[in-house]
Structures are given as C-alpha cells and as structure tokens.
C-alpha cells in the first residue's frame, strides 16, 4: 500500500542552548531532520509532511527533499496537535508513518519491518526493549496486542517491571488516523493533545495493533541536549567504520574517524587516524591515507597516497600520485597519474600534469603544468593583480628553478628552464632559459650594524 510520513520537527530544543532548531544539529555532518528525510526517501514514500514551528526560516534554507510537504505548527500543543497540521494532505486509502524529527539514526530496514508489520495489523508501533526504561512510556499488552501506553509516573510496579517502551513511532491507515485525531482532547496537565492517546482508541474500537523492533536501541534514541547528541555521533562514527572495515578498508583505529557524509572505499584502503571525511568521498583500491587529513568532496584514484596533515577539498588526486605531507589541494586542483605535491605546497584551480613534481613550498594557482616538469621550491604563480586572475601555462618538461614568482598571464615553453630567484613577467619559448634577476653586487669592507647602547 501507498504510504506518506509525517515528519514531527517542530520543537525549539531548549535544552540545547542554542540558537539553531534542534532538529537543524548536525550527526555525521548531515542535520538530524535531513537524514531521516533521506532514509524515508529512500523508501518511496509518497509524500513527507514536515511538521515544523521554531527557526522555520532556518529550516526551510537547510533541509531539502523531493516530496517535502511543509505544515506550520503556530503553537505547540503536543505530538497529537503536530499531526494535525498535515490531516488535509492525507488520503483516507493511504498508510501514515509518523516519525520524530530527533531520532536521526532510525535505518530503512527497521522502518521497512514497521511498515511490513502494519500490512497484518491496523496500527502498527516501533517499541523497543531497554534495560533501564526509567521515565518512558510503557508498552501494555493483552493476549499479545497492545491495548494502551502508560507513562512511567502513572503505571504500577508491575507495569514499570515492563522493558518495552515506546519511540513514539507509528504507521496507521489515513482514515483511521484523521477519525482518531478528531477525537482527541487535551483534558491533561499540560493542556496538550497527545498522539499517544490513540493507541487507547485503537483498542477500544477492537483494533489490532502490533510492534516491530529496531535492530539497535540507538536508532530510536532521541537528542534532547548536546551530551546525547555526542553519543548518538559515536554511534554513528562506529557503525560506519565497521561498514568501511567489511567493505575492504583498513582503519588504523575505528575510534578516530570521521565520516560526515558519504565515503566509498575500494580494495586494501588504508586510513591512518584522526581522518575526517566530509561530503562526498571516493577512494580507489590501495590508497593510502596518513594521519590527521581532511578530505572533502573529491575523488583519490588507486594507489595515490595522502601523507599526514594533508587537506583536499573538490579535488581530483589522479591514481599513484603523492600528496604531502602538508599539503593542501583547494577547488579545482586535478593532480594527474604519478604526479607529485609535497609538503606545504597549495594548488588552486590548477592541474599538475602526469608524473609533474612541485615538492616543497609551493603555490600553484590557476595554473596547468605538463607532464613531468618541475616546480622548484618556493615558486609562486602570481594569478592575482588585486582585481582579476589570470593563468599560468607551464609546457612538458620544463624546469621551474627554487623562489621564482610567475607573473600571470604567462606561458613557460616545453622544456623551458627558469632560472632560481626570477621574477618571469613575459613567455619563454620552448627549450629556452629565462633568468630574471638584478645582477648581483659585493659590497667589500661591509660593516655589520651594531645594537645601540
């Protein structure tokens, strides 16, 4: 059957003590609201209604979806009263699983079980069993249906003996849902209309409800402050790197690595500790990468190493090429295969052609470089007059000589050499040699400043 989530984001997260909506803090890089919206994407859902009131302005420029059906919640008056917001979007012949928008880890699988449980019930729940459920709803069950939910401050201690709480996450027909809602008071302490309640209406109108369970507590565990959303980062940054280890990677400690995004391994990866990946990663086989580097949105083909400390950010690092250690490959940078970046050497928007080497304190921008040419050390591609860039063309085997600056636009021939210490502000023609320097001068009988009394 066709079914639509609602989405319930709508709370401010006082207990963050932040300025950004609580559903807007980051785990793996990614805001928790975003990633419950991608795992329920990647089910097919029909539509997703995003119930949401505090920092909407914040929300709406940083969650996105294909099928993101925004309800403004003005005022909060419980979980019942978000849902309400979406009813007029909601078919009677359609399914509705209802999620919190701060349980960003819940997997496909698990609601993929929920929903395949609520094929054979009329209300089906995500419960789960914990070993201490001090302070959550307990699950009440008869001849194995549920019948009720009791809060932890109203049960009895045979009820609070009870393991399975609930997540306050559910899947129920649309027609049944809309008939519920309308049914709801908010004759309570908090003056608030509770989803919770409808569990007790299902049963009273002799409805069948069922639970399925998560494989980890951890996917139903909410953020209410930011110690629990440290844990839940934990959480994820473990199970990721048991995904990367079983997919052919090596990582010197699964402890300290950071995925904040996507990161696709080839065979026999090694990644030293301390790394953080972020966007979208590619790595080939056999890539090696030392410790302590950042890599974000680029691609590292087979066999390239990454030495230590090193940065590269929408960058391509073509395969057996070398980089670092601390070097840093800005936007644009494209390294070709066997090509050679060593420590503090910068490219931006510039391409270091096959088997080309800049080893040490270089930078590179808007620049190509040929293939196998040199880039002495301290050599400076002057793109920028203060107002405009302009590029720099280095041919196939050319010499760059230590501490030469060259000033863009300008084209250094095939085979060309510059000498050490030039300042190159015209071309040079294939095979030449440029030397761009004041003639030097010795001064005899030189006399050394002395320090004043």
């Known amino acids: ?23 807007l803090h980051p785990v793996g890089g990614v805001p928790m609201v975003q990633r419950i919206i991608n795992t329920v994407e990647s089910l097919d ?77 009329d209300l ?14 307990r699950i009440i069950r008869e001849n194995d249906n549920i019948v009720a939910i009791v809060e932890h ?49 299902a049963a009273a109108e002799g409805k069948r409800i069922q639970s399925a369970h998560p494989d980890s507590p951890m996917e139903v565990e909410g953020v209410n402050n930011r110690v629990q959303l440290a844990r839940l980062e934990r959480t994820l940054q473990s199970w990721q790197a048991e995904a990367l280890m079983t997919s052919g990677a090596t990582l010197a400690d699964p402890a300290r690595i950071d995925v904040r995004g996507e990161l696709t391994t080839g065979q026999d990866v090694f990644i030293d500790i301390n790394c953080v990946f972020s966007g979208k990663v590619t790595l080939g086989d056999n890539v090696v990468i030392g410790p302590n580097c950042m890599l974000i949105d680029c691609e590292v083909a087979s066999g390239a190493v990454i030495e230590a400390n090193s940065i590269i950010e929408n960058a391509n690092v073509g395969a057996e090429c070398s980089v670092g250690p601390y070097a840093r490959l800005r936007p644009g940078a494209v390294m070709e295969r066997k090509s050679k970046v060593g420590n503090f050497v910068e490219m931006k928007k510039a391409t270091l052609g096959e088997g080309a080497k800049a080893n040490h304190l270089t930078y590179l921008g808007d620049a190509t470089i040929g293939a196998n040419s040199n880039i002495g050390a301290g050599t400076i591609t002057c793109n920028y007059d203060g107002v405009n860039k302009y590029k720099t063309l280095i041919g196939e085997n050319a010499f760059i000589g230590s501490n030469s600056a060259l000033v863009a636009p300008v084209q250094i021939g095939a085979g060309a050499t510059v000498a050490a210490g030039s300042i190159v502000t015209t071309d040079v023609p294939d095979n030449s040699l440029a030397v761009a320097r004041s003639k030097q001068r010795n001064i005899s009988g030189w006399k050394r400043p002395v320090k004043k009394s």
């Open 1 to 23: 059957m066709a079914f639509s989530v609602v989405v319930l984001a709508a709370g401010k997260g006082t207990r963050m003590k932040s300025s950004l909506p609580k559903v």
């Open 124 to 137: 089906a729940l995500l419960t789960v069993h914990l070993d201490d459920p001090t302070g959550m709803g």
């Open 45 to 121: 859902a029909t539509a997703v209604h995003l119930v949401y009131g505090h920092g909407a302005e914040q929300l709406k420029a940083n969650v996105e979806g294909r099928q993101i059906n925004w309800c403004l919640q003005q005022e909060q008056l419980g979980t019942g009263h978000a849902v309400m917001q979406a009813v007029d979007y909601i078919a009677d012949d359609e399914d509705v699983m209802i999620l919190v928008g701060d349980a960003p880890l819940i997997q496909a699988q698990t609601l993929e079980r929920l929903i395949a449980v609520k094929s054979e019930c």
């Open 153 to 201: 401050k109203d049960a009895t201690e045979a009820q609070r003996a009870i393991t399975e709480i609930n997540t306050g996450m559910m899947v129920m027909g649309g027609k049944d849902l809309k008939r519920w809602l309308a049914a709801l008071t908010n004759d309570n302490a908090q003056g608030e209309f509770y989803l919770t309640d409808v569990i007790a209406m």
